[in-house]
């Protein structure tokens, strides 16, 4: 069990390879010996994917010739005790380590498995942001549950876009859009639903998707202001209809207006629902850029970048960088909902989970 355990330690550490393919180097390279291979390979995997585990270490302790690669005998230590061997493939230019030729676990020896995975997803950037079409005003649309926090972490990012790029800029509309699913009002489970809408993380959701639509189309200068607020505020508990209208009330929106929009949800749902379903965006965040999905990074400058490309004569402030604006969100690219059901909630007689 303990063996069983260390090897998926191993490899979960190295979710990034599972990213990037490295291809091997040209067979004209001069190449180095089983001796070097050893080296390179004891020195990575203590240097990257044993990092952080507690003091297991590697140590080369033998290598053999296989065809175009050294398989190098790599002993696990913990406290000076070798826990078990395993053996990795190093092909003979020293360029590329596999860990587990079975599931693909390559490496490139001279780059740092984030640093890889950084090249690989610029390179993927490169290619996505051709795929979007150039128009002279720029419409995006970000679909997103008010409670995923991968949908907080891309609203929280596109507000630093938002900021950089200054509210005066002309012919670019950013939208949220809020996804739900639609039930028959039969099977309507109050605990997430409103009317037949309904969110995947609770009633209290789907409220602040409302209000969220609302303040949006009671004052548009101040909605995203609102929205940064509330996202570092607020927690979707019983608070959060008292802590946005504190924010409602600080930032001077028309409380009434909101009370009287959020009176009528129907039509204000099935608007986001429509367009969510012809987009198919399940997942939140969804991006939607000239009415193509954007599946690239999520960094600041990423979306910068991609809006940007949506114009066909972009404005001078997109030549402009965000300021730390290329660090990759903890969460890379994941998302809360999946296809083909965007929200998957209990019906209303539905035994309670937990």
């Not at 587990?100 to 997803?121: G, H, M, R």
């Not at 508990?237 to 946005?244: L, T």
Request: proline share 4%; glycine share 4%; aromatic share 8%.
């Amino acid at each position: 069990m303990q063996k069983n355990n260390l090897k998926k330690k191993i490899f979960s550490l190295s979710f990034f390879a599972l990213l990037l393919l490295t291809f091997f180097t040209s067979s004209c390279s001069l190449g180095i010996n089983g001796d070097a291979a050893s080296k390179k390979a004891e020195k990575y995997l203590n240097t990257y994917i044993l990092r952080n585990t507690g003091g297991i270490t590697a140590k080369a302790a033998g290598v053999d010739k296989k065809d175009e690669f050294y398989e190098v005998q790599i002993q696990i230590l913990k406290d000076n005790q070798v826990m078990e061997k395993v053996p990795v493939l190093v092909t003979k230019t020293g360029k590329t380590l596999i860990l587990n030729p079975q599931q693909t676990l390559i490496y490139n020896l001279d780059v740092s498995p984030e640093d890889a995975f950084l090249k690989a997803s610029k390179e993927a950037q490169t290619k996505m942001l051709k795929n979007i079409p150039k128009k002279d005003k720029v419409e995006v649309k970000l679909f997103v549950m008010s409670g995923c926090p991968f949908g907080v972490e891309a609203e929280n990012t596109f507000y630093k876009v938002i900021n950089h790029l200054g509210k005066d800029i002309k012919d670019l509309d950013i939208q949220v859009k809020y996804i739900t699913s639609k039930v028959k009002l039969e099977n309507k489970n109050p605990k997430y639903c409103i009317e037949n809408y309904c969110a995947m993380h609770g009633l209290a959701e789907i409220k602040e998707n409302l209000r969220q639509i609302c303040v949006a189309n009671t004052d548009k200068d101040k909605f995203w202001d609102y929205l940064a607020e509330f996202n570092s505020k607020c927690k979707l508990d019983e608070k959060a209809e008292s802590c946005a209208n504190e924010i409602i009330k600080a930032k001077a929106i028309d409380a009434q207006k909101i009370v009287d929009c959020m009176k009528a949800p129907v039509d204000l749902f099935e608007k986001d629902f429509q367009e969510s379903t012809k987009y198919e965006a399940t997942a939140s965040p969804t991006v939607i850029i000239n009415g193509a999905k954007y599946e690239g990074m999520r960094t600041p400058n990423a979306i910068l970048e991609a809006m940007c490309a949506g114009y066909k004569n972009a404005p001078a402030i997109c030549k402009q960088k965000i300021k730390d604006g290329d660090k990759i969100p903890e969460a890379g690219n994941a998302s809360c909902g999946a296809s083909p059901a965007p929200v998957a909630v209990p019906t209303k007689d539905a035994p309670e989970t937990k």
